[in-house]
């Protein structure tokens, strides 16, 4: 995972946060690759992150931390983010 893609983390944190809040949530200000990102990648935050706090960037950085073990899905997803 590249420096770049890790940055953007933060905004699939956002998109995922705002794929939980509903449809009108979701269209401000995320990308449709962050979307498809987070849609890709909700299991493994689910899995890997479920007892971290929102917000702050904990959500990307625990993805961070877990990137060896996120799932194939997720990993694509995460690679077709603009670097």
Not at 43 to 69: F, M, W, Y
Request: net charge positive.
């Amino acid at each position: 995972m590249t420096a770049t893609q890790i940055r953007h983390l933060g905004s699939l944190a956002l998109a995922a946060l705002a794929l939980g809040a509903g449809p009108a949530s979701a269209q401000g200000g995320v990308t449709p690759a962050q979307r498809q990102a987070a849609q890709a990648c909700m299991p493994d935050i689910r899995t890997h992150c479920a007892g971290v706090e929102r917000g702050g960037g904990r959500i990307a950085a625990c993805l961070q931390q877990n990137s060896e073990k996120l799932s194939p899905n997720c990993r694509q997803a995460l690679g077709s983010l603009p670097r």
